[in-house]
């Protein structure tokens, strides 16, 4: 009663000496039921759904730091669907709970920002150690330290790939709107899940803070993330023995099995010392440890992850601009202004920042320039031109405020006037 009468206020007064029409956003959105969604909301909602998906209990180990305490508020509200939080006493007890929750069988996650991701990593090196799903959710701040817990950054992409010590691979997702953090907490838990490692989700204040139209899925269009435990011995001897060896791997995915706790014959050892290879025995052996660490890395660099899509309407742009996370509102409608003006720019988003898109190579060598807006001091550029060998340029801003389209494109024509 009171929408109607406001928007009858609005028809019939005679206040306001102009009037504007927002027209139905028929091509811009297809069809469905909609409703408003955050991007802690709607990473929480893709929690609850991953977990359903998989069959699994769902658990979160957390201690509130902001800008993440709203998914362990959230979740706390839906202990219905079998979801389980516990708030620790500090970030490296939220993990260590969440790492055995994962041993137990639950689709286990742990929320936090830069400051309890530093605290938590070397619960994350034990996870890689023992191979099993983990879900990181970093809802980045401005650092360092305790920094500005109230501001936006994108500053954790190189703690999430190295911030840990020895050689220890982590996946990582980033979600490009509040709605795509649905999305990306399934796609984080389908990575988890099919190859028994943690994966990093690297959201942000400004994503987990904004909101956006949000269109409800069908639960039949949701991923099948069912996964098999393991039930029985799965190595026979050559004198007829049979036996259970953890760590020996599916030869499509490298995952090694799954085993719960207190199935009849799957005892085996577990713990951060490095493993011998197929019983999962404590191993010094040089070639041993040289074998498992290539292994590792050889499961993250095989996660399939779908090729990158780039917006280049007419094919002949120069200059590629490429980010990551919450950038794409801002990069896209800077870009949308630049052809406004009759400049022909193209724009790509990465999702997958560990492993990268196995066509990334060759979408930047068609390029001539390549620019990187981030909210950092340059960190996506360093690892495209690690990785790629390209003259990646960046474009930085570590003020704990987004991008505004209207600066971001004057810069965007500044790297790229002489091409």
Request: one cysteine or more; glycine letters at 10%.
């Amino acid at each position: 009663t009171a929408f109607r009468a406001g928007w009858n206020f609005g028809e019939t007064t005679e206040d306001f000496a102009v009037s504007y029409e927002v027209a139905p956003a028929a091509k811009a959105f297809p069809a469905g039921t909609y409703r408003n969604i955050s991007g802690n909301l709607a990473l929480s909602y893709g929690l609850i759904a991953a977990a359903h998906q998989a069959e699994l209990p769902l658990y979160l180990g957390s201690y509130p730091i902001t800008p993440a305490s709203d998914i362990l508020h959230e979740l706390s509200r839906h202990k219905n669907f079998g979801v389980r939080t516990f708030q620790a006493e500090d970030e490296i007890a939220g993990i260590g709970a969440a790492l055995g929750a994962a041993f137990g069988g639950a689709l286990a996650v742990t929320t936090t920002s830069g400051p309890g991701v530093a605290l938590k990593s070397e619960t994350i090196g034990l996870a890689v150690s023992l191979e099993l799903p983990l879900l990181i959710v970093d809802i980045q701040r401005g650092g360092p330290s305790t920094g500005l817990p109230t501001k936006t950054e994108q500053a954790d992409l190189l703690q999430a790939m190295y911030g840990r010590n020895g050689e220890a691979p982590v996946p990582i997702v980033a979600p490009s709107t509040p709605a795509d953090c649905f999305d990306a907490a399934l796609e984080a838990a389908r990575i988890a899940l099919t190859h028994r490692t943690p994966v990093f989700l690297l959201s942000d204040g400004y994503l987990a803070n904004g909101s956006e139209p949000w269109r409800i899925p069908e639960t039949a269009d949701l991923p099948d993330l069912r996964v098999q435990f393991a039930t029985g011995p799965n190595h026979t001897a050559d004198d007829g023995t049979e036996s259970f060896l953890p760590y020996l791997r599916d030869p499509q995915t490298l995952a090694r099995p799954w085993a719960v706790p207190g199935t009849p014959g799957l005892e085996h050892r577990i713990g951060g010392i490095e493993k011998q290879d197929g019983t999962g025995n404590i191993s010094y052996d040089p070639a041993n440890h040289d074998f498992m660490v290539r292994t590792r890395q050889a499961k993250i660099d095989g996660v399939r992850v779908p090729d990158v899509a780039v917006d280049d309407p007419d094919g002949d742009a120069k200059v590629l601009v490429i980010g990551w996370g919450s950038t794409y509102g801002p990069i896209t409608a800077a870009v949308r202004r630049l052809r406004s003006a009759g400049r022909s720019v193209a724009q790509a988003h990465l999702r997958h920042l560990n492993p990268f898109p196995g066509n990334l190579g060759e979408v930047l060598a068609r390029y001539d320039r390549v620019v990187v807006p981030e909210m950092n001091l340059g960190q996506l550029a360093t690892l495209l031109r690690a990785k790629y060998l390209v003259d990646a340029r960046s474009h930085t801003q570590v003020t704990g405020l987004p991008f505004k389209a209207e600066q971001l494109a004057a810069a965007i024509l500044e790297e790229s006037a002489d091409v």
